[in-house]
């Protein structure tokens, strides 16, 4: 069961903002454009390189694929979108239209800190009308393998995350920990330059597939055998934080705030998204005209 925590007001941007890289998967050049949009509207992706512009909401319904990344939608959708969400969900962003004109936003340096610059410079305005945040009576844990992930009852409004990192003892990662209780300042300071992060041995696999043609080891974290190849980390357990982020970003699929305790053990984006897919089910069960807005009634 889901109860009520808190509410505050619906936020978009004051402004747009536009954004222009190249994509880690396609080594495409990249503009995306951030439009500020009404109250209740949602985030939305709007593929400007397709004909008739499709778009797709930012919402755990339309999730299409988990693997190594987050996509949204089929052929005409996004993928990678878990770092823009997150960037958006750090300045409490609720409705925004994001146009794109490639499958998947820029890849930066393989953090969120560029985005989340680009929309503190936009700014944000309040909107008329609620965003509630909601939490758990008791624990909800999703798992695969020796991987969990677990949503702890709220004992206040506010979003704590908690992410155990062990890919065992042979990884040239470490095991590590990091908790972050959210709030905007410190995500910005501690979260969004954590980078994405691969082995070595998964470059060539990659690469095989026609994949980062355009990447480097310095646009994001290759882990050898002897560690770091051809970066510094920003953070000794800067994985781990890179982690978090990933959380944020899926969580935001979910429609509404969540308050509580997340902690996650060897967890990744197919386990995000199996959480969040279960708290819509369960705001749809309780009251769904107060949790979730009613398009995606049929598919929570």
């Given at each position: ?117 680009l929309l503190a ?63 905007t300042g410190e ?114």
């Open positions: 069961m889901l109860r009520r925590i808190s509410q505050r007001c619906q936020r978009t941007l004051a402004r747009p903002a536009i954004i222009r890289g190249t994509g880690f998967l396609t080594g495409r050049d990249i503009s995306v454009r951030f439009l500020p949009s009404p109250a209740g509207s949602g985030i939305e992706f709007v593929r400007t390189d397709l004909p008739g512009r499709p778009s797709v909401p930012a919402h755990v319904s339309r999730v299409t694929g988990t693997a190594r990344r987050t996509t949204l939608g089929g052929e005409q959708g996004v993928s990678l979108v878990e770092h823009v969400l997150a960037a958006l969900a750090a300045h409490l962003v609720d409705n925004c239209v994001i146009e794109i004109d490639a499958p998947e936003p820029p890849g930066l340096d393989g953090s969120c800190q560029g985005f989340v610059e410079e936009a700014g944000t305005r309040t909107l008329p009308a609620p965003r509630y945040s909601y939490g758990v009576e008791k624990l909800v844990t999703v798992s695969a393998g020796n991987a969990s992930l677990t949503l702890h009852p709220a004992d206040s409004a506010e979003l704590t995350i908690t992410y155990m990192l062990d890919y065992g003892s042979s990884s040239p990662i470490p095991r590590q920990i990091h908790t972050h209780q959210f709030s995500f910005i300071r501690r979260i969004a330059p954590c980078r994405t992060f691969l082995l070595s041995g998964e470059v060539d696999a990659f690469r095989s597939q026609g994949l980062g043609s355009k990447t480097s080891f310095k646009d994001l974290l290759v882990f050898g055998p002897s560690g770091v190849v051809g970066n510094r980390l920003r953070f000794g357990d800067e994985p781990a934080r890179h982690k978090v982020l990933d959380i944020l970003g899926d969580m935001a699929l979910v429609g509404f705030d969540i308050a509580g305790h997340v902690v996650a053990c060897r967890s990744g984006h197919p386990l995000n998204v199996a959480l969040g897919r279960q708290l819509v089910s369960m705001a749809a069960a309780e009251r769904p005209s107060s949790f979730i807005d009613r398009r995606f009634l049929r598919s929570a």
